[in-house]
């Protein structure tokens, strides 16, 4: 079972994939300059946020770390976008001109 925490409850995936769990952060956005400085983006902040995550689950529960492999892709400038069979997870992060503008794109 692989972990995956939101405000600080554990949900896992029914289904063990690959190792390492390949992650796609797709970046529908760009943060606020501060954080896109420190980050580099979205997919940098929820790097830290996923691995942070997978030290927390060690610690508390005393299981092996879970290893990621997580890549981010610019759908919004270079329209980017992973091949579903390389990946195991998809992130999609928030815009600030739709709840989600990959749907809001492709809907029309």
């Known amino acids: 079972m692989i972990p995956i925490t939101y405000q600080q409850h554990y949900y896992y995936l029914a289904v063990m994939p690959s190792s390492p769990l390949r992650v796609a952060v797709l970046e529908c956005d760009t943060p606020q300059p501060r954080c896109n400085e420190r980050y580099g983006g979205y997919g940098g902040l929820f790097r830290e ?16 770390k879970p290893s990621l492999d997580i890549t981010k892709y610019d759908v919004v400038n270079e329209e980017h976008y992973p091949s579903l069979d390389n990946i195991d997870a998809i992130l999609i992060t ?13 809907q029309n």
């Not at 946020?49 to 092996?64: D, I, R, S």
């Open 49 to 64: 946020l996923l691995l942070a995550g997978t030290e927390a689950y060690t610690k508390e529960t005393g299981h092996a």
């Open 94 to 106: 928030g815009s600030s001109t739709s709840p989600n503008p990959l749907l809001s794109r492709h």
